[in-house]
């Protein structure tokens, strides 16, 4: 009779454990994202700087996220950044002039993708390159040529 | 002459600290390997899941739950001034369930079931019921410190995850409830941040080992008590202060490993 009491609040005790584990695996470290299900499709651009841009960076189209990025690799043959990211196929007529430029929440905040469509009529399929691309605003590059034009035409 | 003395006590010091370091090695190395017991084998485990793990959640829930509301104040309270609050959320759970969750659960793990531990063996030293099992021909190594040591691993992992979540829970109290910090963005940016396999699974991989290694200390202390009741105490307290000691260097050296270089 005891013992059963026992096993009971074991059994409790390492239901509420694996109940934690679960939630912090699904509800802490988002493994549920939805980006990461089948209706999905992969894009990849290149870019001359990558600063700050991490995985999971969230990819927009008019500051609504539509993806998100998957891996961010370096092209030997050209040295430069190569991002490779998860569509929502309800997005999926991107057109082919697409320009994906990296951006920062606020001052301090995150860099994520923004896509802008242009208005060519083919679209990007999965698999597609973005071609035209703009590289992460570099706060210090910035500051220097401000410093470097003031010197030149005081 | 004193010279001479001092040298040999220094040396005779070294020799003992050898000997039951090789001593605990044994205790553990004895209790691991062997064949598994299937007929006592999970009775007792079950019963020192009990003891250990089941009588410390309370202590665990109640410090998770004020540790979370802290850490909500203060980090509230250092990214207001970058106007980022926001953060909040990412903050909190990084610190939790990377270091914080198993550390304090270990800690506290230690000073609950880690003292219990070494009393309850040395007591029965002293009462000499470890000599009376051998007398009868069971392996008191096998019967007492495999399932307390095989309880610590399995139990500090889960008791850290619920702490946790106690935590997280009294940090979305604060932070979301009293000081404002938007649901959504507290909970997505937490989401952006954190991976399951760098930071939830090796901070189970840290627990785990703390559980070991505790375990593994007060089991040791309680098998070499002195066995009076001083001899009790102490060991007891030397329990508490050695596994401490050893949760806080051996989550230095795992943080080193799993976190140090990117």
Avoid: C
Avoid at chain 1, 65 to 76: C, E, F
Avoid at chain 1, 94 to 115: F, N, P
Avoid at chain 2, 165 to 179: K, P, S
Wanted: proline letters at 3%; zero cysteines.
């Amino acid at each position: 009779m005891q013992s059963r009491a026992i096993e009971l609040a074991v059994g409790l005790f390492i239901l509420a454990g694996i109940l934690a584990l679960a939630f912090l695996a699904i509800q802490v470290s988002g493994i549920n994202r939805e980006f990461d299900s089948k209706s999905t499709y992969q894009l990849y651009a290149e870019f001359n700087n990558v600063a700050g841009l991490t995985r999971k960076a969230k990819v927009t189209v008019a500051g609504v996220q539509v993806g998100l990025v998957t891996a961010i690799t370096i092209n030997p043959e050209s040295m430069r950044a190569r991002v490779d990211m998860v569509i929502s196929s309800e997005v999926k007529d991107l057109s082919e002039d697409t320009i994906a430029a990296i951006q920062t929440a606020g001052i301090l905040g995150e860099k994520y993708i923004a896509l802008s469509p242009g208005g060519a009529l083919e679209t990007l399929s999965d698999g597609d390159r973005v071609h035209d691309t703009q590289s992460a605003l570099i706060l210090e590059e910035l500051v220097g040529k401000i410093l470097t034009s003031r010197a030149t035409n005081p | 002459m004193t010279i001479l003395d001092q040298i040999a006590k220094l040396g005779q010091g070294g020799l003992v600290v050898v000997g039951n370091l090789g001593r605990a090695g044994m205790i553990v190395a004895l209790a691991l390997l062997g064949p598994p017991d299937f007929r006592h084998g999970p009775a007792l485990l079950i019963r020192q899941l009990y003891s250990v793990g089941v009588f410390s959640l309370l202590i665990i829930a109640v410090s998770g739950l004020f540790v979370g509301m802290v850490l909500a104040l203060q980090g509230y309270n250092l990214l207001i001034r970058f106007d980022a609050v926001e953060a909040l959320g990412q903050a909190v759970s990084v610190t939790l369930v990377r270091e914080l969750g198993p550390v304090i659960s270990a800690l506290l793990f230690a000073g609950r079931a880690g003292s219990a531990l070494t009393a309850e063996i040395g007591l029965m030293k002293a009462t000499e019921q470890l000599a009376a099992m051998e007398v009868i021909g069971v392996d008191p190594i096998r019967r007492v410190v495999r399932p307390r040591l095989w309880a610590g691993i399995i139990a500090m992992p889960l008791l850290a995850q619920i702490f946790n979540v106690v935590a997280l829970w009294g940090a979305v109290i604060i932070g979301v409830g009293w000081l404002g910090v938007g649901a959504d963005a507290f909970w997505t940016n937490m989401q952006d941040y954190l991976e399951f396999r760098r930071d939830i699974f090796n901070g189970v991989i840290k627990a785990a080992v703390f559980g070991g290694v505790i375990t593994w200390i007060a089991v040791f202390q309680g098998y070499n008590t002195v066995p009076t009741s001083e001899g009790i105490s102490r060991a007891t307290t030397r329990t508490v202060v050695y596994s401490s000691l050893a949760v806080l260097g051996m989550d230095f050296l795992l943080t080193a490993v799993m976190f140090g270089v990117n």
